[in-house]
T-cell receptor, first 112, second 110 residues
Framework: DGGITQSPKYLFRKEGQNVTLSCEQN?????MYWYRQDPGQGLRLIYY???????QKGDIAEGYSVSREKKESFPLTVTSAQKNPTAFYLC???????????FGSGTQLSVL | GQNIDQPTEMTATEGAIVQINCTYQ??????LFWYQQHAGEAPTFLSY????GLEEKGRFSSFLSRSKGYSYLLLKELQMKDSASYLC???????????FGPGTRLSVLP
């Protein structure tokens, strides 16, 4: 079955540590996205990529980094510069930029 | 700025009908999407409206009025499994990033 796989489901970060969230899709979609979800707030865009080897900052990119070396993969690194990283992180993809989104099942990141 | 409003929480009874409203103020409009998200899971696509009117898909319908900046999602014959959050998202212009509302958490009671 085609879809988007995020891992891990739960992740804990120690102070000063960088952590990487994995996102893999086998839908052959060109565009991929990372969103952050906090209680009572809408999804906020962190980074997005329209094509391999290209990505753009979203609305809240500070403290995060991404890479897009393969079409299928769009990992997100939460760096130590992100002072409030506790949130639910959702990866998504679409055929082309800002078409209907297909989401992964999310990663809950918490700070120890 | 870009702003989307939805009620935070709603409660309804199994078998009933519920309407979830979404109002938006965005720099442009090129489509409105509704997604369903069960707790701790992936949002899944429900409907897409770009022209005024009602789109019906089984038990779910979505309505759009562009002149009023307003949409609603109508759920009929509610089932327990419909307990979830419902996300409204607007695409201001083609190719522009989506703006998401805060989501409405619906609880269906027996």
């Amino acid at each position: 079955d085609g879809g988007i796989t995020q891992s891990p489901k739960y992740l804990f970060r120690k102070e000063g540590q960088n952590v990487t969230l994995s996102c893999e899709q086998n839908l052959n979609h060109d565009a991929m996205y990372w969103y952050r979800q906090d209680p009572g707030q809408g999804l906020r865009l962190i980074y997005y990529s329209q094509i391999v080897n290209d990505f753009q900052k979203g609305d809240i990119a500070e403290g995060y980094s991404v890479s897009r070396e393969k079409k299928e993969s769009f990992p997100l690194t939460v760096t130590s510069a992100q002072k409030n990283p506790t949130a639910f992180y959702l990866c998504a993809s679409s055929w082309q930029i800002n078409e209907k989104l297909f989401f992964g099942s999310g990663t809950q990141l918490s700070v120890l | 700025g870009q702003n989307i409003d939805q009620p935070t929480e709603m409660t309804a009874t199994e078998g009933a009908i519920v309407q979830i409203n979404c109002t938006y103020q965005t720099s442009g409009f090129n489509g409105l999407f509704w997604y369903q998200q069960h707790a701790g899971e992936a949002p899944t696509f429900l409907s897409y409206n770009v022209l005024d009117g009602l789109e019906e898909k089984g038990r779910f319908s979505s309505f759009l009025s562009r002149s009023k900046g307003y949409s609603y999602l109508l759920l009929k014959e509610l089932q327990m499994k419909d307990s979830a959050s419902y996300l409204c998202a607007v695409r201001p212009n083609y190719g522009q990033n989506f703006v998401f509302g805060p989501g409405t958490r619906l609880s269906v009671l027996p």
